[in-house]
């Protein structure tokens, strides 16, 4: 089976911290994703890595940038921390086919 | 660019009814399509998948979704629910020939409320 772990599951933080999110696949996919989940707007996609050193901007990259040093590793990072920014983040990855599989979620609270 | 429409946002049904959640999408080309479900605070996990072939596709859980070309639609079916079943459903899209790289397009989910 295919495993994204995503190592904070609960996260508080203030305003103006840098906030660093990991994710980690056991399946040697290429393609690795950070997806913003929120009520009533579903999943928006804010960057996505299909190799290493590689990143690209989805639909709502503003406020956050990304970091893949090694093909199973991706972080998300928060330079700033906003209270506009408290969400469910949610890693994805997949190989060279369209399948996309996901990690359990880190909740972000920013106070 | 692709687009997903679930123009459900709840939906309320019987334990051992039957259900059928709906899900059309806009794209230019025969799309790959998928549906998730999330229980809550949980991440999302892979119902079935429409690549190509069979237009009826099964997928885990006893759902099944059918993809109607002319209708644009790929709607998920159970026969029976099980108060289990209760979570939020996503149809989502990919584009093909993106190898993948591009990610899929998710609609603004279902939330499924079974009754007793």
């Known amino acids: 089976d295919v495993k994204v772990t995503q190592s904070s599951r609960y996260l508080v933080k203030r305003t103006g911290e840098k906030v660093f999110l990991e994710c980690v696949q056991d399946m040697d996919h290429e393609n690795m994703f950070w997806y913003r989940q929120d009520p009533g707007l579903g999943l928006r996609l804010i960057y996505f890595s299909y190799d290493v050193k590689m990143k690209e901007k989805g639909d709502i990259p503003e406020g956050y940038s990304v970091s893949r040093e090694k093909k199973e590793r991706f972080s998300l990072i928060l330079e700033s921390a906003s209270t506009n920014q408290t969400s469910m983040y949610l890693c994805?990855?997949?190989?060279?086919?369209?399948?996309?599989?996901f990690g359990e979620g880190s909740w972000l609270t920013v106070v | 660019a692709q687009s997903v429409t679930q123009p459900d946002i709840h939906i309320t049904v019987s334990e051992g009814a039957s259900l059928e959640l709906r899900c059309n999408y806009s794209?230019?080309?025969?799309?790959?399509l998928f549906w998730y479900v999330q229980s809550p605070g949980q991440g999302l996990q892979l119902l079935l998948k429409y690549f190509s072939g069979d237009t009826l596709v099964q997928g885990i859980k006893g759902f099944e979704a059918e993809f109607k070309r002319s209708q644009s639609s790929f709607n998920l079916r159970k026969p029976s629910v099980h108060w289990s079943d209760a979570a939020e459903y996503f149809c989502?899209?990919?584009?093909?020939?993106?190898?993948?790289?591009?990610?899929?397009?998710f609609g603004k989910g279902t939330h499924l409320i079974i009754q007793p």
């Open positions: 994805a990855s997949s190989s060279n086919a369209p399948t996309i599989y």
């Open positions: 794209y230019g080309a025969t799309p790959y």
């Open positions: 989502a899209v990919g584009a093909t020939g993106g190898g993948g790289a591009d990610g899929l397009t």
